[in-house]
């Protein structure tokens, strides 16, 4: 029998190649068809951390859609609690009554956005409404109590990237369980669109409580369903608005002259 020669052709690869080609020799061994890439490995094998703004940002959209009556009760260190009654109606007109909110504290107060302008309406007594300022605008400092930003205007601050804020979880504040944010505003801001604070929103997309300056807002009981639009206090008048700040005390009167008291001299 004559013997067969079997001849064996060299083939010079590099080492990935030469994996790459046991591998699929050994694929086609065993019947299998094509090499399957293995999984992708992120780089660095470390999970995306939340972003604490997105998150923010993410529950503020849902208030911007939202209509609704919510109470709240505003906390003052060294003074009593007062009431707030937010109205954000269905055609976007709102109101915000303020307990407390003019004055010193002493006269209560109602913010009122409407097509025609701001208003703001002396409450209980009602002695008619002032035109303050344009269709959401902001008030004179004078006589603003700035809580009405905290449902409104913070909203666009909130959701606007191009606004430098920083925004860091928070722990949860008294009276609700709701998710927290700690919000503080770029030091290079000469007038900072938005106090600093930490503002809790729950799912539905309702400020369940706020902690800024003027103190701490929390919310009491389930939102009313909103009305078709927010109804004035009282009617339009012209008169001097009601300042934030307490009245002078009044002057002592002066209607009678005062009288030197005579001195007796013996002789």
């Given amino acids: 029998m004559r013997s067969r020669r079997v ?12 994996l790459a080609v046991i591998t699929g020799l050994l694929l086609a061994a065993c019947g299998g068809g094509a090499p399957v ?50 109205t954000v109606a269905i055609d976007r007109t709102w109101r915000v009554d303020i307990q407390g909110g003019a004055l010193g504290g002493t ?12 208003y703001q309406c002396p409450i209980n007594p009602s002695n008619g409404c002032v035109k303050v300022a344009a269709s959401n605008k902001k008030l004179p400092v004078s006589i603003d109590p700035r809580l009405q930003y905290v449902f409104i205007a913070w909203l666009d601050v909130l959701l606007d990237r191009q606004v430098p804020l920083a925004v860091a979880p928070a722990d949860p504040l008294a009276g609700t369980s709701a998710p927290c944010f700690a919000v503080e505003p770029g030091v290079t801001a000469v007038q900072p669109p938005i106090d600093a604070g930490v503002f809790c929103y729950n799912d539905r997309g309702i400020l369940a409580a706020a902690k800024i300056p ?7 009981g ?11 206090p009282g009617p339009v008048i012209t008169a001097a608005p009601l300042g934030t700040s307490a009245p002078p005390p009044p002057k002592p009167s002066s209607s009678s002259p005062s009288v030197a008291p005579s001195i007796s001299r013996s002789r």
């Fill in 214 to 220: 003027m103190g701490q807002l929390t919310l009491t």
């Fill in 222 to 232: 389930d939102p009313a369903p909103a009305p078709e639009t927010i109804s004035l």
């Fill in 107 to 118: 006269a209560d107060v109602a913010i009122a956005n409407r097509p025609e302008g701001v």
């Fill in 37 to 86: 890439d293995p999984p992708s490995v992120p780089a660095t094998g470390v999970p995306a951390q939340p972003d604490p703004r997105g998150m923010l940002a993410a529950r503020v959209a849902v208030a911007k859609d939202q209509r609704y009556i919510a109470a709240y009760t505003l906390v003052v260190q060294g003074k009593a609690p007062r009431s707030v009654l937010v």
């Fill in 7 to 18: 001849g064996v052709t060299a083939v010079t690869v590099t080492t990935g190649t030469a």
